[in-house]
């Protein structure tokens, strides 16, 4: 027996929990990964000093790149105003964000970014949605752009009454999947992909709720190779 919830229900949860702030299952609030910390720093400096960050949740990363110097692109379903309240009273470099309201899958880019980012967000669009984003944002990236890509394959979820749970037109990438998906994407790039598995529990019981592979991309395309050895 599988159950199948909607985007819509995948919106309204995401709007309740960040606007809340309450604790869930998927740690929105945790700090920046040590992995996200040495991409940043392996970014050519050469490389325009604005980023992109898709589906930011409750901005953490978008904040980190801002306090680095990039003039940050935020772009998720949320109304923006949770996002600009975390940011009152931030110092100076706070000004460098700009929040937009957007589904991903229609947001389209204009601009030149020398960073993106998309942690634990693509599994939720379509794999034809996925593609193209990664295209529009490839197409027009500059030499020594860096994009860290988080996204979770192989998922199963499965509620308190142990039915499987679906998403409406989610990716459901198996990992060979993804992985050829993005050796065709980023051809000449530089790139490093890891798998981590990872589950999370409910935060009021024992229970399993969401077990995944999660596949991490750093990819540089490079303005000289060596300089990301
Ligand atoms: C698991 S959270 C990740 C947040 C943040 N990237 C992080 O790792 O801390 C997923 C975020 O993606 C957003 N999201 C999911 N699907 C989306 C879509 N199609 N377009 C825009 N935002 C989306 C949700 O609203 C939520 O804020």
Same mark, same amino acid.
Request: with cysteine; charged share 25%; aromatic share 8%.
């Given at each position: 027996?599988?159950? @199948?919830?909607?985007?819509?229900? *995948?919106?309204?949860?995401? +709007?309740? #929990?960040?606007?809340? !702030?309450? $604790?869930?299952?998927?740690?929105?609030?945790?700090?920046?990964?040590?992995?996200?910390?040495?991409?940043?720093?392996?970014?050519?400096?050469?490389?325009?000093?604005?980023?992109?960050?898709?589906?930011?949740?409750?901005?953490?990363?978008?904040?980190?790149?801002?306090?680095?110097?990039?003039? @940050?692109?935020?772009?998720?379903? *949320?109304?923006?105003?949770? +996002?600009? #309240?975390?940011?009152? !009273?931030? $110092?100076?470099?706070?000004?460098?964000?700009?929040?937009?309201?957007?589904?991903?899958?229609?947001?389209?880019?204009?601009?030149?970014?020398?960073?993106?980012?998309?942690?634990?967000?693509?599994?939720?669009?379509?794999?034809?949605?996925?593609?193209?984003?990664?295209?529009?944002?490839?197409?027009?990236?500059?030499?020594?752009?860096?994009?860290?890509?988080?996204?979770?394959?192989?998922?199963?979820?499965?509620?308190?009454?142990?039915?499987?749970?679906?998403?409406?037109?989610?990716?459901?990438?198996?990992?060979?999947?993804?992985?050829?998906?993005?050796?065709?994407?980023?051809?000449?790039?530089?790139?490093?992909?890891?798998?981590?598995?990872?589950?999370?529990?409910?935060?009021?019981?024992?229970?399993?709720?969401?077990?995944?592979?999660?596949?991490?991309?750093?990819?540089?395309?490079?303005?000289?190779?060596?300089?990301?050895?």
């Amino acid at each position: 027996m599988c159950v @199948v919830r909607s985007q819509q229900d *995948v919106t309204a949860f995401y +709007l309740t #929990a960040l606007a809340s !702030g309450e $604790p869930t299952a998927e740690r929105l609030s945790a700090p920046v990964s040590d992995r996200f910390a040495s991409f940043v720093n392996a970014v050519d400096r050469r490389a325009p000093r604005t980023a992109l960050d898709l589906g930011y949740g409750r901005g953490t990363y978008t904040l980190a790149l801002a306090r680095a110097g990039f003039q @940050v692109v935020a772009v998720d379903q *949320v109304p923006t105003h949770i +996002l600009q #309240a975390r940011l009152m !009273g931030l $110092p100076d470099w706070a000004g460098r964000i700009e929040a937009v309201q957007q589904r991903i899958e229609n947001f389209s880019i204009t601009r030149r970014f020398g960073l993106v980012v998309a942690k634990d967000v693509l599994h939720y669009l379509r794999q034809d949605q996925v593609r193209e984003i990664l295209t529009r944002c490839i197409q027009r990236a500059p030499a020594g752009t860096g994009h860290f890509l988080e996204v979770f394959t192989d998922i199963t979820r499965t509620d308190r009454r142990g039915r499987r749970v679906l998403i409406e037109d989610e990716a459901a990438y198996a990992a060979d999947t993804f992985r050829t998906t993005i050796e065709r994407l980023y051809t000449g790039w530089d790139r490093h992909m890891s798998l981590t598995p990872h589950c999370e529990r409910n935060t009021d019981s024992a229970h399993n709720y969401f077990e995944a592979n999660r596949i991490t991309l750093r990819a540089y395309r490079t303005i000289d190779v060596e300089t990301h050895r």
